[in-house]
């Protein structure tokens, strides 16, 4: 079996697996709330559900589309579901997965890479739990005797790790990364004035750059 046939069989197999997990994950979630309700006595009607819905959907609805197109050519599928699963996506198992492609100068698109971001994730995902759970334990005892500066600190660790992540990509076009930085500028400021929802704002600054990138290459392949 070649690598290509590799390959396929190893989606195949992760295809199913992530639809069984992630579906797993989805009826997980409704447990504790049905317990709740079955223990308290208390059923929320049909008409409080969906606006608790709405406005989940409003808040979150964007996401549900924005972050698959976005996020899986670095995640790649076995790296999605995975993500999917285990949450904090764009703040930890996200640039995880870029360092350890870059580390190991694995191109994003291929095997390599995404079997490498794959591991990376993996990995995440036990760090990420034993440190939650060290903290968890040990954090009300320490947090109170830290610095304010220290506390003040630990605000800029998501915008650090997103500016990081940032800053290699724009290292490897740096054209398209000041083209995409305005685009985001755009998205900020101008966006809203002309009448663009909210929570729509991030996928079209996707699209954007999408186009911006695409529109760059273009222009390459003549020249």
Avoid: H
Avoid at 29 to 37: D, E, I
């Amino acid at each position: 079996m070649n690598q290509e046939q590799s390959m396929q069989a190893f989606k195949g197999r992760i295809t199913k697996l992530g639809l069984f997990f992630t579906t797993l994950a989805v009826v997980a979630n409704f447990v504790p709330a049905v317990y709740v309700s079955t223990a308290t006595g208390i059923f929320p009607s049909a008409g409080q559900i969906l606006q608790i819905w709405i406005a989940a959907a409003a808040a979150f609805g964007a996401g549900y589309f924005v972050q698959p197109i976005a996020y899986f050519p670095m995640l790649g599928l076995a790296g999605t579901f995975l993500c999917w699963v285990v949450g904090s996506v764009g703040d930890l198992r996200l640039p995880c997965a870029v360092m350890a492609q870059k580390i190991t100068n694995a191109e994003q698109g291929t095997p390599k890479a995404e079997l490498v971001g794959t591991i990376a994730i993996c990995c995440s995902v036990v760090v990420s739990m034993a440190m939650i759970t060290f903290f968890t334990v040990a954090g009300n005892a320490v947090m109170p005797y830290c610095p304010k500066i220290v506390l003040k600190a630990l605000g800029f660790v998501l915008p650090g790790v997103i500016g990081a992540v940032y800053a290699d990509f724009c290292s490897k076009d740096f054209k398209l990364g000041i083209i995409c930085f305005l685009i985001c500028l755009a998205g900020k400021f101008i966006f809203p004035k002309i009448g663009v929802p909210s929570a729509l704002i991030m996928l079209v600054n996707i699209i954007c750059c999408i186009l911006a990138a695409r529109a760059i290459f273009m222009t390459m392949k003549k020249a």
